[in-house]
């Protein structure tokens, strides 16, 4: 088992020691041709050296940790119309920091993902939403390919949420427009709002199922055990890859710090429970999540790396993890 963080890799003083830089549309667009060409290749150099760097210090740490999702803004604007053929100019340029990131990941086995955000719905009823969506979703699908990826089934992971209100249908059609190696690395997963785990599965002949307990607990007020029959039509849905689990709970304050947690005793709106906390720290949910031991676990805490280096320590002293 897995544990992986998303995006920001934090230091004990709650610092990043490599961060991403990003920039507006605004401040692009106001810069003249020189600058604008000036300011995307600097940060996009900065983005990939310090994702390298990222990599460098997960290869050090035990295996059961070298999991991480990659920001999106690893090239910032690529997808407004205005930059992308400035890129497109000097991307080869960049090619051999692309390469470095893929070969150290995968010589010490680093799991790697994207998650498109919350605007990218390829089942949206607007075709312009679902035109953006694609391009968000090929431009991930590129900067997985650069580094070496998109060549096997699941070789990388792209995961996005089939919410829109063409529902599976409009997923379906879009997903058919995605060129080969995005197919090969989209997965797709259940939400809190909109889409349930019995919505997505109706994609699983399409791509994998990415299973979010904290959703489905969200959405339904259920917690989903692994004997569920659903949960083993996840597991198949991988196609004998290792299938990936989301872990998140509710922010400190709202639920007890032990025991599972009802919705109808809380009181509390499904607004307010969604949002995640910052550290692991209700052990019960903890060693829930622990026990779908079929999975890699994305740790989605606020905290980042050093709430899934807590939940790795109490899977240690539970004997989960060596």
Request: hydrophobic share 40%.
């Amino acid at each position: 088992m897995k544990l992986g963080f998303a995006c920001k890799y934090l230091d004990s003083d709650l610092k990043q020691a490599y961060p991403f830089r990003a920039t507006t549309r605004k401040r692009f667009l106001s810069l003249p041709a020189e600058e604008q060409k000036k300011l995307i290749y600097d940060l996009s150099v900065v983005n990939l050296t310090n994702l390298y760097l990222t990599l460098e210090q997960l290869a050090l740490l035990p295996e059961a940790l070298r999991m991480m999702r990659i920001g999106s803004d690893l090239l910032p604007l690529y997808t407004v119309p205005e930059a992308t053929p400035i890129y497109n100019d000097f991307l080869p340029e960049l090619y051999p920091l692309f390469t470095r990131c893929g070969e150290i990941a995968r010589q010490y086995n680093i799991r790697l993902s994207f998650h498109p955000g919350q605007y990218s719905v390829l089942a949206s009823d607007t075709p312009l939403v679902v035109e953006r969506a694609i391009e968000d979703v090929e431009y991930h699908a590129l900067c997985a390919t650069l580094m070496g990826y998109g060549k096997t089934f699941q070789d990388f992971k792209i995961n996005i949420h089939m919410n829109g209100r063409k529902g599976f249908a409009g997923f379906q059609a879009a997903f058919g427009q995605l060129s080969e190696a995005a197919r090969r690395m989209l997965t797709v997963e259940n939400d809190e709002i909109s889409c349930s785990l019995d919505d997505v599965l109706q994609a699983a002949p399409l791509c994998p199922i990415v299973l979010d307990i904290h959703h489905h607990w969200v959405k339904e007020n259920e917690f989903i055990m692994p004997d569920d029959p659903r949960v083993a039509q996840v597991i198949a849905s991988w196609r004998g890859v290792r299938p990936v689990l989301h872990y998140s709970i509710s922010q400190e304050g709202l639920i007890p710090e032990q025991g599972f947690p009802d919705q109808l005793v809380l009181g509390l709106p499904k607004t307010k429970l969604r949002a995640h906390s910052d550290y692991y720290f209700n052990n019960t949910l903890n060693d829930w999540a622990l026990s779908f031991g079929e999975f890699d676990i994305m740790c989605e805490v606020k905290m980042k790396n050093l709430a899934r280096d807590g939940l790795y320590n109490h899977a240690q002293r539970r004997g989960i993890i060596q």
